[in-house]
């Protein structure tokens, strides 16, 4: 897909997940169905430190997700506007809220994170604040 395609495919994305957050709060969650929860977190990277924010997630950070069952359903830069080259958007899935809370456990906890974590900021932090929004599917979602 092109560049030209992909961008307002992502937007489109976002704005969705954006949408869903706001819809998901007013509506009641369907009687004996299981649904996902899903988490979208952005990252404001300090100043100059996004690629090597990148790289940390790159190289060490989806396989510790992966490994404390954290399901990746996406990761965005924005590509125009004040926090182009400097904000990273991703989503996670989880069975539910409880083994979300169980996997961010497990993940800070490993030393593998605290490992890479302390190499990838040897030359300062790289993160300057994260924003963390918790949503849930709507009943017409695809995406559940």
Known sequence: M?????VPAVVLLIGMLLTA??????????????????????????????ADLNARFRDHTCNLFKKHGM???????PSEGPEADKVLVYVLAYPSKEAR????????DDPEWKTARDASEKNGKLVE???STFMRATDYSPLK
């Open 71 to 77: 399901e990746i359903v996406g990761f965005w830069v």
């Open 21 to 50: 957050r706001h819809l998901a709060a007013a509506e009641p969650a369907p009687p004996n169905e299981t649904c996902r929860y899903f988490e979208m977190r952005k990252y404001y990277a300090m100043p100059g430190k996004l």
């Open 2 to 6: 092109s560049r030209k395609k992909l």
């Open 101 to 108: 809370e169980a996997s961010w456990k497990g993940f800070r």
């Open 129 to 131: 604040k994260i924003e």
